[in-house]
């Protein structure tokens, strides 16, 4: 089974589809196998396919997205970062603007792509895009969206900016991702027995391919200190560690030893980015798609040109490396300027409770296509763990700011929402001090019946009116680690961002007792907001945007067991305008008919899940539903 997309793929889908304006696609899940590292393990396939066939158009174009779900399990897609705007319905979440679609259901999303930029698309529902239901999604800019591009920072040479923005329109894509060889289900299951969470993967997988590296103890050795006094042959924290595992009713005994310590090293092939020197410059759209871990990257010998990211124009900005978490995107410009040969392309995890890396090919002229051997390193920036060589720099994504200098924050806002991060129990996280069940995906969709949001926990949703400018304010409480929130429908801008404790009711008056910790004039425009850790010290980041129209917008943790956690709230704009949402009359009936086949599904769903975690689901059924209360922020 081909489990692979190459980029000589989706440069010929890209010619295919530039044309038209109206682009339909087809997704259809199903259940298969794959082996990208070398080890074969159930997934879902899309179009036969992990990852998933990609989408291309063009800016301005209309979509119509028929998915058809032949899985065993309900789910929805979620186009990842595309605003949406006018079809909110079209947005994919569960229980927030749709039912789910249901085993044997297919569901017609219809929108417009009104931003360029690089997206992604992948399930919303559980844990499933990490058993292989996403790709990638690309709007190639209009003449005058590409007229309006920054390479001129990069370069004043009129042939340079030329060929930069013939690789942008031919943009290679690198979709990176943590890859465990178990499935989802068995992670939450485990997570639930042993009240452990399942944080050590298998191998770093890029477009479909790579390969299992069990690092020697000599290589890890660095790693090893106060926090992590022992590494798994995998490089992973022991799951009895209690700064990464910190609640007293974790079993880590229970959890099964080959998830964190059985690890064999595999020698499949891995993805080879072909390139010539004549083209003089290559774009890279690289994602995160992972599941668990920020991914730093980096290319031996060679700069990056940072100049879109979360699919935004920004001012580019030259380094040797970046770091994203899951969900976020960022656009780099390369210099093809090195001697003929193969270079590593290094992506690599950032976090404390794993060290491992995975790899990829620049190969100018390369003759061996197989992609079997790792390049020798030639000038590396990061070492196998992702840590920086002497000298090299690293991406601050507070210092992006949105192109051109024109796109800046609104000045005020008049609506500030207060959220606190936090870890509930062994099982359960919040985006603001309660989580968000599981059990509310199969709920009827809040965009339907705005008024059942007063059912809801009130710290669960924020409500206020179109023609807002909003605060989000996303504060770590003690003991977080980094938490990659993504904000759906439109992006917002990073306006400040600090260490200690929030005192304050606005961000004004945030901003005139630490002017150093905001940029009120020019910001990055992200819908990815990746919070401080707060490991020993509390922390926050402030997010800006205005309201233009209703929707249900969802915010939530990218990290898929954090969602699941309940890591995540309902931002409710405008909704006492929902009923007055041109919502298509195809999407009222269908939600009708997904209405009728959960009920006929549900029995058989729940008598599949632990008995523990449906008496817990019942739970927080009876605590939502029966919670009526004080006003939020």
Known sequence: ????????????????????????????????????????????LVNGITPGPPIIVTEGDDLEVTIVNNIDVATTMHFHGIEQKGSNWADGVPGITQRMIEPGMTFVATFKATEHGHYWYHAHSRALYGDGIRGTFFVKPNEASLAASPFSVISNNADDITKMKNAHLNSKFVSAYDWTHWDSEYGLREWERTKTELICVDSIVINGKGRVICPSPQTLKPYINEVLPELSPKGCAYPNNTVVQPFEDAMPELVDPKVFFQCQNTTTPIEVFEVKKTDGWLSLGLVNQGAFWDL?????????????????????????????????????????????????IRIATRVTPQVISG??????????????????????????????????????????????????????????????LKRVTSLEWALNHNPFAAFLEEEEPIMFKPEEAANLDPELTRTYPVGSVVDVVLVSDLGNPMHPIHKHGNKAFVIGQGKGEWTWNTVAEAAAAQPQNFMLDHASLRDGFHTLDAVFEPAWVVVRFPVHEPGAIFMHCHINIHSYGGMAVALLEGPEMFPSVPMPEYYVKWNDEARAAAEAHKKKRMAGRSPSLAARMHRAASHHHHHIGHAAH
Request: net charge neutral.
């Open 1 to 44: 089974m081909k489990n692979l997309i190459t980029a000589a793929t989706l440069i010929g889908l890209s010619g295919q589809l530039a044309s038209a304006a109206l682009q339909k696609f087809t997704l259809t899940m199903t259940k298969g196998t794959a082996a990208p590292d070398g080890v074969t393990r159930d997934v879902y």
């Open 359 to 420: 790899y990829a090919v620049l190969s100018y002229n390369k003759t061996d296509k197989t992609g079997t051997v790792i390049p020798d390193a030639k000038n590396p920036v990061i070492n196998y763990g992702s840590d920086l060589i002497a000298g090299k720099k690293e991406l601050d994504p507070i210092t992006l700011t949105a192109w051109p200098d024109s796109v800046v924050p609104p000045k005020t806002a008049n609506f500030t929402a207060i959220l606190h």
């Open 296 to 344: 730093t990257y980096s290319i031996d010998s060679h700069k990056l040109w940072v100049y879109a990211a979360d699919g935004a124009w920004h001012k580019p900005q030259q380094v040797d490396a970046l770091t994203m978490p899951p969900g976020e995107r960022m656009h780099v410009m390369v210099k093809l300027d090195q001697p003929e040969g193969d270079y590593a």
